[in-house]
């Protein structure tokens, strides 16, 4: 009898789940559409946006992050689940982040809905913080970039990058 257990398989926890988020996420982009799915995902990044923030308030013992705190955490955050995040600049009240490599790894790839995962979790974050934050995906892996940019105004203007979403602090 074979030892399946002694198998040599490319097969974690890790890899499942997000094997399973993949799959989760393309079912809604062919079920519901891209927007739709974006929705749900959104739903989902704020609800862990939320926790984070609280986290983090709590590990740095302050009631709200200032703008070099917020970029410092978004880019802990990432690093703590596989990502390449790293501060580009922090200018006035924009934050600009590039990232080498996605925490879903090589599952991201045609599975842009998940974007709305770092969307809504740094948004969350920002805008707790801020009282008002706008970001934006201006490139992604999951949509064949060699990496993701991603702008986080804590002071929003007037030029605004497309696909840009609004997050305000909860108590506004």
Do not use: W
């Not at 094997?19 to 079920?31: H, I, K, P, S, Y």
């Amino acid at each position: 009898m074979t030892d399946v257990a002694a198998l040599e398989l490319d097969l974690d926890r890790d890899l499942f789940l997000r094997e399973l988020l993949r799959q989760l996420a393309g079912a809604l982009q062919d079920v519901v559409g891209l927007d739709e799915a974006e929705g749900y995902v959104s739903t989902v990044g704020r609800a862990i946006g939320g926790m984070l923030d609280e986290k983090y308030r709590q590990a740095l013992k302050t009631d709200r992050l200032d703008k070099d705190q917020i970029a410092a955490v978004l880019v802990d955050l990432k690093r703590r689940i596989k990502g390449g995040f790293r501060i580009e600049s922090v200018n006035g009240g924009r934050i600009v982040l590039v990232n080498s490599a996605c925490p879903f790894g090589e599952k991201v790839l045609d599975r842009p809905s998940l974007c709305m995962m770092t969307m809504n979790v740094f948004g969350l974050i920002a805008g707790e913080n801020s009282g008002h934050a706008r970001v934006a995906i201006t490139e992604a892996i999951a949509t064949g970039a060699p990496g993701c940019r991603v702008v986080v105004d804590v002071q929003p203007t007037g030029d605004t990058p497309e696909g840009a979403r609004d997050f305000f602090r909860a108590d506004l």
